[in-house]
């Protein structure tokens, strides 16, 4: 496997590990692994995952029920909070066959065996261990092609004042530049125009319905 060079790149990786743990769906082994999740993060150098402690602090304060609730309300029964990368920027159109063929693609040249469990390959806790386990350098492209994806999510979350919104957050803190304000930022960033407007999920609302994936199979579009 290829290495990342220096400690803030390493501690990325315990941003993503952390990250993927606290998204998806609460379940008892989460609860008891928070003390060593807030450890891990304890001893980074950088501070990024600073934004995590809230999100652990959430998980520790509450019953196992009370938080699968919170979950499936946050992300089951709304698509505007969608953990699917590829959902934010080709809806459920035909291409994104092809783009979830692209994740798989990624996955199989990392030489590891990737368990979906069930799920779809652009799922965001699952894309994150990947970052943080199998293939720093393969995952962070993939985070950083998705970058708009991810900061749609992350306002989203703000926006419904949810305390996942964190833990995206401290995903965005490790690509390079600063995080957008507003949807019309991150459109912005995106290279895309339009006016800002209602937008209920993705890009779909202003004339484009992909971005480039700069990084996916090793190729630019």
């Known amino acids: 496997m290829r290495l990342l060079r220096g400690k803030g790149q390493r501690d990325d990786r ?24 807030r450890q891990a993060l304890g001893e980074q150098s950088h501070g990024r995952g600073d934004l995590l ?12 029920e009370e938080l699968r609730q919170t979950y499936v309300d946050t992300f089951d029964l709304s698509r505007k909070h969608a953990l699917y990368l590829s959902y934010w920027t080709d809806g459920d159109t035909r291409r994104r066959g092809e783009v979830l063929g692209q994740f798989k693609s990624v996955y199989r040249r990392s030489g590891f065996l990737v368990d979906t469990h069930g799920e779809l390959p ?12 199998a293939d720093p350098i393969a995952g962070r492209e993939l985070l950083s092609s998705y970058r708009a994806s991810l900061e749609l999510l992350r306002i989203a979350l703000l926006e419904h004042a949810s305390p996942y919104a964190d833990a995206v957050a401290s995903v965005c803190a490790t690509l390079p530049g600063k995080s957008p304000q507003s949807r019309a930022e991150v459109m912005a960033m995106a290279g895309l125009d339009g006016p ?23 190729g630019s579009r």
Not at 122 to 133: C, G, Q, S
């Open 196 to 218: 800002p407007g209602v937008e209920p999920v993705g890009l779909a609302p202003y004339g484009r319905t992909e971005l480039p994936l700069h990084a996916v199979a090793g």
């Open 53 to 64: 402690l809230g999100v652990l602090d959430h998980l520790a304060g509450r019953d196992l």
């Open 14 to 37: 315990v941003v993503y590990l952390v990250a993927s743990r606290v998204l998806e769906y609460p379940n008892p082994a989460l609860l008891q692994s928070l003390p060593q999740l």
């Open 122 to 133: 652009d799922y965001l806790p699952m894309v994150l261990e990947f970052a943080a386990i």
